[in-house]
């Protein structure tokens, strides 16, 4: 298979497709979403260093992929059991288990790189 400009484009826009479909039908990525500006404004604001902006990014990039790694899971257990199942049930719960343990690192990065300048801005 050779390179194309126009497949990867054409992927680019299967991705997005997918992004908004998340959006669309997970109540949790709008709650990723409004964390995620937050996080951004806060970081604008407290003009956090580059070094504190690696970490936040990369929380935020880690609570995204496990969303989108979840409703990927949720979305092919639908389809490929209809029916309740309790086999799928746990394993559905086992996913979003995955994502709580990424948005709970990333509460706890967020805390640790926000305190000290939060502390710097009460001192001021």
Not at 19 to 28: D, P
Not at 29 to 44: C, D, E, F, K, S
Not at 79 to 87: D, G, I, K, L, T
């Amino acid at each position: 298979m050779t390179f194309s400009l126009g497949a990867r484009l054409k992927s680019f826009a299967h991705a997005f497709a997918g992004f908004a479909y998340m959006l669309r039908t997970q109540h949790n990525a709008w709650i990723h979403l409004l964390a995620t500006l937050a996080v951004v404004v806060a970081g604008a604001l407290m003009r956090v260093s580059a070094d504190d902006w690696r970490w936040l990014v990369t929380a935020i990039a880690l609570v995204w992929a496990a969303e989108a790694i979840n409703t990927a899971f949720e979305h092919l257990c639908d389809v490929v059991s209809p029916e309740f199942h309790n086999s799928v049930k746990l394993s559905k719960d086992i996913a979003a288990a995955a994502v709580l343990v990424c948005a709970a690192a990333a509460v706890l990065i967020g805390l640790i790189t926000f305190l000290p300048y939060a502390l710097r801005y009460s001192a001021a």
